[in-house]
């Protein structure tokens, strides 16, 4: 391919060639820079899978700069355009914040599912300035707002092509610009979804309605979504529309974390055949560590990863000893994830505003400190474009041998949170961290059990997950030991936008 800069692999060819085949049938042709109107229907879905380090996140990244040389625009989920219409669109897609933010750091503009399902309603007067910013519109004069005000929202808009992110360096909070949100009513045109393995029927189901033209990439030896039966949304799709990469492309000419997630493919691997390769490696390679004992430290922002709920909230009920938190209040840094939202249907508006927000299910927040209204939290949501919020929030502390959870206190409705030091395999996927530390007694006993899935011992599939959440380092934990704390829980370390936007009617 000379469209791209990048040398592909045979099959990362292949696959490139197939999308930009199916892409041409639906009028996007990438060799000519040609874009027909976009038609009624599509050409439906296609699947590209690939283990880890199989090159899917490289073959996104050139699909959506060819599609983007090409003259498409891309739909991020901030701003769309009325102009649009008769326009060629891509929205690249991931099911966490987290997950998107792994290929924001890569070049590549993802959003959330949500962003799309849920779009933001404009004040018509800023809505001028989204306009000039995007490059559908002359420079406006909007009163109240200097000329070096538009400059630094033009100088933001260059770099991050983020429209929230643009007004707010002007000095606008969110609540300003963004009058509300809808769910999307009209379809768009191609989407690119990444960790699509994490995608249960129903999110297939509206993504279906919304693209005509869907391009799902995922790994099918991860672990299905809760209650599918162990399937995957691509397995049913035939084989034609299934693109394999087969070949591993290491990052660096070794990497050990790969060779150990690839290793747990061989059907002769044992559990303890696999944890001396994890003992041998550690000897020779500092990215990959023998763990005496969970390092607290980075329970913080890594949470310790394993199978058993029993495990997640002895380690969460040691974290918080250790730091010597009260048990009726939390303390600012301590993680949490979002377990859903309890809102009533009439609150349907400030169920969408939280979720577009980045408040949904599974996502890593960090407590900043209580709101200046009872039950309210301050909250820095992990991998958000615009990561600080104020919301009425539920917060369960699970306790050791005790069905109801401890609640410290809590808003009569709104965000539901467990607490983040620990978290199941399961809900990591589409998660990366720096260092990943995995609780390897938890999957001992999954092997002891001699549980399956799909075919492949639980204990493999579970090991694989855990071990290609880490981006640099594995610590591979074999004894029930927690290390003391080096430092108090901190917030500095959190990025903040340079105007934090609040919810509607809310107080930071």
């Not at 990959?288 to 430290?297: F, L, N, P």
């Not at 430092?487 to 340079?498: E, G, M, N, S």
Request: net charge negative; hydrophobic share 40%.
């Amino acid at each position: 391919m000379t469209l791209t800069p990048v040398q592909f692999s045979e099959d990362q060819a292949s696959a490139f060639d197939s999308v930009a085949a199916m892409l041409r049938e639906a009028g996007v042709d990438l060799d000519d820079n040609l874009l027909k109107p976009p038609v009624g229907s599509g050409k439906g879905v296609l699947a590209v899978i690939g283990k880890a380090g199989s090159g899917k996140t490289l073959l996104l990244a050139e699909l959506y700069k060819a599609l983007e040389q090409a003259g498409v625009e891309i739909v991020s989920g901030d701003y769309e355009s009325r102009k649009r219409k008769d326009k060629r669109s891509l929205a690249i897609l991931a099911p966490t914040n987290k997950a998107a933010s792994v290929l924001r750091l890569r070049g590549v503009p993802a959003t959330t599912i949500h962003r799309i399902l849920y779009t933001p309603v404009y004040d018509p007067e800023y809505e001028r300035i989204a306009e000039w910013l995007a490059g559908e519109g002359e420079r406006p004069e909007i009163e109240g707002m200097s000329e070096e005000a538009l400059d630094r929202a033009a100088a933001f808009y260059a770099n991050n092509k983020s429209i929230p992110g643009a007004l707010a360096a002007a000095g606008l909070r969110g609540s300003d610009f963004i009058t509300g949100w809808k769910r999307r009513e009209e379809p768009l045109d191609i989407g690119f979804v990444d960790e699509a393995s994490m995608l249960d029927d129903r999110q297939f189901t509206d993504l279906q309605e919304i693209f005509p033209n869907l391009l799902l990439f995922g790994d099918p030896a991860q672990l299905a979504p809760v209650n599918q039966s162990g399937a995957m949304v691509f397995d049913g799709l035939s084989e034609p529309r299934k693109l394999e990469l087969s070949r591993v492309h290491r990052q660096e000419a070794d990497n050990p974390i790969l060779d150990l997630a690839h290793a747990l493919a061989d059907p002769q691997m044992e559990f303890h055949d696999f944890e001396r390769m994890v003992e041998e490696l550690a000897k020779r390679d500092d990215r990959v560590v023998w763990g005496q004992r969970v390092e607290v430290d980075l329970m913080a922002r890594s949470p310790v990863l394993v199978w058993r709920n029993a495990t997640r909230i002895r380690l969460i009920n040691a974290f918080r000893t250790v730091y010597q938190a009260p048990e009726d209040a939390l303390l600012a840094g301590e993680p949490l994830i979002c377990d859903g939202l309890e809102l009533p249907l009439k609150h349907r508006k400030k169920r969408l505003d939280l979720e577009a927000r980045g408040l949904i299910k599974g996502a890593q927040v960090v407590y900043l400190g209580p709101g200046r209204k009872p039950g309210f939290s301050r909250l820095h949501v992990m991998g958000a474009e615009d990561p600080q919020i104020s919301a009425a929030s539920i917060v369960k502390i699970e306790k050791p041998d005790e069905e109801e959870p401890f609640i410290p206190f809590a808003a009569g409705m709104g965000a539901t949170f467990l607490h983040g030091a620990a978290c199941t395999i399961h809900k990591a996927q589409g998660s990366q961290w720096d260092t990943v530390q995995v609780f390897a007694p938890d999957l001992f006993v999954a092997a002891r059990m001699g549980r399956m899935e799909a075919g492949q011992p639980l204990w493999k599939r579970l090991a694989y997950v855990a071990i290609t959440r880490a981006q640099e380092r594995l610590i591979w934990v074999v004894r029930n030991r927690l290390s003391k704390p080096q430092h108090d829980l901190r917030v500095d370390d959190l990025r903040a936008p340079a105007v934090a936007l609040t919810l509607e009617g809310e107080e930071t």
